[in-house]
């Protein structure tokens, strides 16, 4: 018994991040385009084990892309020669570059 209560006392020091918990769903997008000027909207992703696509919505238009996860980075290709490259933080959030590094997009979990 008493190593049951240790055990179980050690439990959130273990607790798994929140992405564990998976990458579907609906986010809040903000970010910042080449030219420093702002966006925000809105984005849909859905996980299928390593696979992602996503869907952006920002200023009436919308964007789609596939990619992969590997780790804590997930690479989407969008139609643009330079894809979007995000790292999955331990909050849940994905934050990303396009443009070769010259733009900006911060992901947000909407739970």
């Excluded at 055990?7 to 385009?33: D, I, Q």
């Excluded at 952006?56 to 139609?79: C, E, N």
Aim: glycine letters at 12%.
């Amino acid at each position: 018994m008493r190593h049951a209560l240790i055990t179980l006392a050690a439990l959130p020091l273990f607790a798994l991040p929140a992405f564990a918990e998976g990458l579907t769903g609906s986010y809040t997008v903000e970010g910042k385009n080449p030219d420093g000027s702002s966006y925000f909207g809105t984005a849909e992703l859905v996980e299928n084990g390593t696979a992602v696509s996503l869907t952006w919505t920002v200023a009436g238009s919308s964007f789609a892309g596939a990619g992969i996860v590997d780790g804590k980075l997930i690479t989407v290709q969008w139609g643009d020669p330079n894809p979007v490259y995000y790292v999955i933080t331990p909050s849940g959030a994905l934050h990303g570059t396009w443009a070769d590094g010259t733009a900006l997009d911060r992901l947000t979990p909407m739970r």
